[in-house]
């Protein structure tokens, strides 16, 4: 038979929901400054979590179910007891926002992969060094939204790599213009060949603006 559990001297409730409010918001922050994909992600507050659905040109819906994630919350209570909490509370912070994106990436890449093939927006690099070229058949491959000066809006894409190495996937997030100005200067050729593509992204931007004022 389990021994009762023994009863504690007093208890503060209101201390403990300050607490978990507190800790839940900076390791919601922690993630963010971890990961930048995380951070430039749009978050919205909802009452149900249900499944999304996305659905492509060609009819097919990817679904993606909500993720239950298992953060642990640990503390050195010796430690605590010798006054240093602010140095545990910090440490632990940061290994749950570690354990949380260790649980968190894998989903959301696997997630971006479907739908990226569903609409055609995926870029395989077959081994090629990242370089003007592909960023380039990555907009080839994606809508430009334009502003009013119409200048195209390339800042708001975030470009996900993904390489093997030794035998673990590395993830490397970069804003697609934070990227390009990473990179060499284009040559001749590759500047003719962006010049050519943001003149038909604008000119599909245009028509796609007209189709929405026709309906």
């Given at each position: 038979m389990a021994s009762a559990r023994k009863p504690l001297l007093f208890s503060l409730p209101e201390y403990?929901?300050?607490?978990?409010?507190?800790?839940r918001k900076t390791t919601d922050d922690m993630i963010s400054e971890k990961e930048p994909l995380l951070k430039a992600m749009k978050r919205t507050k909802l009452g149900d979590v249900t499944v999304t659905q996305n659905t492509a040109p060609d009819g097919s819906v990817?679904?993606?179910?909500?993720?239950?994630?298992?953060?642990?919350?640990?503390?050195d209570t010796s430690a605590v007891i010798r006054g240093e909490i602010d140095e545990q509370i910090g440490a632990a912070i940061d290994a749950s926002a570690d354990a949380s994106l260790r649980q968190i990436m894998p989903n959301l890449l696997d997630y971006i992969g479907r739908v990226s093939d569903a609409f055609g927006?995926?870029?395989?690099?077959?081994g090629r060094p990242m370089s003007h070229d592909v960023l380039l058949d990555f907009i080839e491959?994606?809508?430009?939204?334009?502003?009013?000066s119409g200048a195209p809006d390339l800042?708001?894409?975030m470009i996900v790599q993904q390489q093997v190495q030794d035998g673990e996937t590395?993830?490397?997030?970069?804003?697609?213009?934070?990227?390009?100005q990473s990179l060499p200067p284009m040559t001749e050729t590759q500047k003719d060949r962006f010049a050519d593509l943001i003149e038909r992204k604008r000119q599909e931007n245009s028509a796609r603006?007209?189709?929405?004022r026709l309906h």
């Open positions: 403990d929901r300050a607490f978990a409010v507190f800790y990817v679904s993606n179910r909500p993720m239950f994630l298992s953060v642990p919350i640990a503390f927006n995926r870029v395989d690099t077959d491959r994606v809508p430009i939204e334009f502003d009013e800042a708001s894409y590395v993830v490397r997030t970069l804003g697609l213009t934070e990227l390009m603006r007209r189709h929405r």
